[in-house]
């Protein structure tokens, strides 16, 4: 534990967080980072959640659907041949035909196969969303032969988060780096390159990818509090005050973001206004335990009530995941309360004669 602007990280089981102690207040500021999405990973709406829709994949190479008319055939004496009626070619035939052809652009550059690309990173995706890190990464790298131009941002951008994941933060650079030397506006790779950057404690860099993702993305609640992790951990508290505010405006029950802001009033000496937010946090905390024990209890009870296999499994699923909720919402209350006792504890000395 050391002072405001220090290098000190520690790990949590929600999410990456930086640990800060002024005033004998301990202060963690959480960032957020995207998750893998079940396809492409395109910009979502929603990045603070990572409930994403996917969009349909967009090929590449776009194919013109408004044919020309031909016109008739006429002969000397501007008789109209007659037109002969075309010979129906079966579905197979077509496919094979156009597996026969090596669509190239002129240069000798394969304009790739967006149909392949989309199916190998969706199989990535599934593999890391079970914990295989080196399966997903074989995925996406077979994407890439198929990619137009043997590159896809898309590509890299998973196997950045891939690399992430894996442990080997220096090989996510290079992908989130290629991702946005292809896709300049990728406002996730820029987010995700930033917090990289912000555990390297290259702070100034990582600012400007947020920033860089904000002017694409300005209402990302997310990328507002990584912003505002990043100036906090400077000791820039005024800024990060500034960020933590727009995140929980845009989206009022952000959790970390509205901890974060009592964190940073703490800071400044602000505790009344510190006061107000961890009260938010402890009535959202509430909230949160009271909704997973609901969910938990009527999973248990549709299990208790006869189910087929299949229906069986789903519901064991959902009492996993409700428990799961369950156990981190009642982690969130415990932190939330303390910090909200401490805060008051100083102010009753202030208000002490």
Same mark, same amino acid.
């Given at each position: 534990?050391?002072?405001?602007?220090?290098?000190?990280? #520690?790990?949590? @089981?929600?999410?990456?967080?930086?640990?800060?102690?002024?005033?004998?207040?301990?202060?963690?500021?959480?960032?957020?980072?995207?998750?893998?999405?079940?396809?492409?990973?395109?910009?979502?709406l929603?990045?603070?959640?990572?409930q994403?829709?996917?969009?349909?994949?967009?090929?590449?190479?776009?194919?013109?659907?408004?044919?020309?008319?031909? #016109?008739?055939?006429?002969?000397? #004496?501007?008789?109209?041949?007659?037109?002969?009626?075309?010979?129906?070619?079966?579905?197979?035939?077509?496919?094979?035909?156009?597996?026969?052809?090596?669509?190239?652009?002129?240069?000798?550059?394969?304009?790739?196969?967006?149909?392949?690309?989309?199916?190998?990173?969706?199989?990535?995706?599934?593999?890391?969303?079970?914990?295989?890190?080196?399966?997903?990464?074989?995925?996406?790298?077979?994407?890439?032969?198929? @990619?137009?131009?043997?590159?896809?941002?898309?590509?890299?951008?998973?196997?950045?988060?891939?690399?992430?994941?894996? &442990?080997?933060?220096?090989?996510?650079?290079?992908?989130?780096?290629?991702?946005i030397?292809?896709?300049?506006?990728?406002?996730?790779?820029?987010?995700?390159?930033?917090?990289?950057?912000?555990?390297?404690?290259?702070?100034?860099?990582?600012?400007?990818?947020?920033?860089?993702?904000?002017?694409?993305?300005?209402?990302?609640?997310?990328?507002?509090?990584?912003?505002g992790?990043?100036?906090?951990?400077? &000791?820039?508290?005024?800024?990060?005050?500034?960020?933590?505010?727009?995140?929980?405006?845009?989206q009022?029950?952000y959790?970390?973001?509205?901890?974060?802001?009592?964190f940073?009033?703490?800071?400044?000496?602000?505790?009344?206004?510190?006061?107000?937010?961890?009260?938010?946090?402890?009535?959202?905390?509430?909230?949160?335990?009271?909704?997973?024990?609901?969910?938990l209890?009527?999973?248990?009870?549709?299990?208790?009530?006869?189910?087929?296999?299949?229906?069986?499994?789903?519901?064991?699923?959902?009492?996993?995941?409700?428990?799961?909720?369950?156990?981190?919402?009642?982690?969130?209350?415990?932190?939330?309360?303390?910090?909200?006792?401490?805060?008051?504890?100083?102010?009753?000395?202030?208000?002490q004669?």
């Open positions: 534990m050391i002072g405001c602007g220090s290098d000190q990280f #520690s790990d949590q @089981a929600e999410s990456d967080s930086v640990m800060i102690d002024t005033n004998q207040v301990k202060a963690v500021f959480k960032q957020d980072g995207f998750e893998v999405k079940p396809d492409l990973l395109e910009p979502s929603d990045s603070s959640d990572v994403v829709v996917d969009p349909d994949f967009k090929p590449l190479v776009s194919l013109n659907s408004d044919v020309s008319p031909v #016109s008739l055939l006429q002969s000397s #004496s501007h008789e109209t041949l007659a037109a002969e009626e075309p010979e129906v070619e079966s579905v197979d035939d077509i496919l094979k035909q156009l597996d026969s052809i090596n669509l190239e652009d002129g240069s000798g550059i394969s304009l790739g196969d967006p149909d392949k690309v989309a199916g190998l990173l969706g199989e990535g995706n599934n593999m890391i969303n079970v914990g295989n890190i080196d399966g997903a990464l074989a995925k996406y790298q077979e994407a890439l032969k198929f @990619a137009d131009g043997n590159d896809d941002p898309d590509v890299r951008f998973n196997m950045g988060i891939a690399y992430k994941a894996k &442990g080997k933060p220096d090989k996510a650079i290079v992908e989130y780096r290629k991702a030397e292809l896709a300049p506006e990728y406002s996730e790779a820029h987010n995700n390159l930033g917090n990289i950057l912000k555990d390297k404690k290259k702070f100034n860099e990582a600012i400007y990818h947020f920033d860089a993702s904000l002017k694409i993305f300005p209402e990302n609640p997310s990328t507002h509090n990584n912003l992790t990043v100036y906090a951990m400077k &000791g820039e508290i005024s800024e990060a005050v500034t960020h933590f505010s727009k995140a929980i405006r845009i009022p029950t959790f970390d973001a509205r901890q974060n802001l009592g940073a009033y703490m800071q400044q000496g602000e505790l009344i206004a510190a006061e107000r937010e961890f009260s938010q946090t402890v009535e959202m905390a509430t909230g949160g335990m009271a909704f997973e024990h609901k969910r209890e009527a999973a248990k009870a549709r299990l208790a009530s006869g189910l087929n296999p299949q229906d069986r499994k789903v519901t064991e699923n959902e009492i996993s995941a409700a428990a799961k909720a369950g156990r981190i919402a009642a982690n969130r209350y415990s932190r939330a309360m303390s910090y909200l006792q401490r805060v008051r504890e100083e102010l009753s000395k202030l208000a004669p």
